[in-house]
């Protein structure tokens, strides 16, 4: 009986004009800076700036740099989650520095952006490290 009684109660509890959003669509990201193929010395300061928004919420933006070894640094920065506009947009803007021992070669930069949804959208640029 306490069983019918609890399956009543949940249809009741679920009216029809209760309308729950999803949202699926994916953050954006646009790097503007470093330009693609751009090359840098060892002990450089590489300004990363990009673009990040969405049409309902950020919920964490990420930001990696591989090595030529293949070797993935994720980037940390104080205030990089703090977003604009009710949360839906972020102006990036970092210093990747450089490490004097740095490995020469092609680098790959990663902007990833999560919305509220769970949705993801990332974009990279590749840049050369010489001597």
Known sequence: MLLVVLFSLSFLACEDDDVVAVDATPPTVLITSPAAGATFKRSDVIELRAEVSDNVGLSEVRVYVTDPKLKVRQL????????????????????????????????????????????????????????
Do not use: C, H, W
């Open 76 to 131: 940390n920065e104080e205030g990089m989650n703090i977003f604009l506009n009710d949360g839906r947009e972020k102006d990036l803007d970092l210093k990747v520095i450089l490490d004097a021992n740095a490995p020469k070669g092609p680098y790959s930069m990663t902007v990833e952006a999560i919305d509220d949804q769970g949705n993801t959208a990332s974009q990279y640029v590749s840049v050369f490290v010489t001597e």
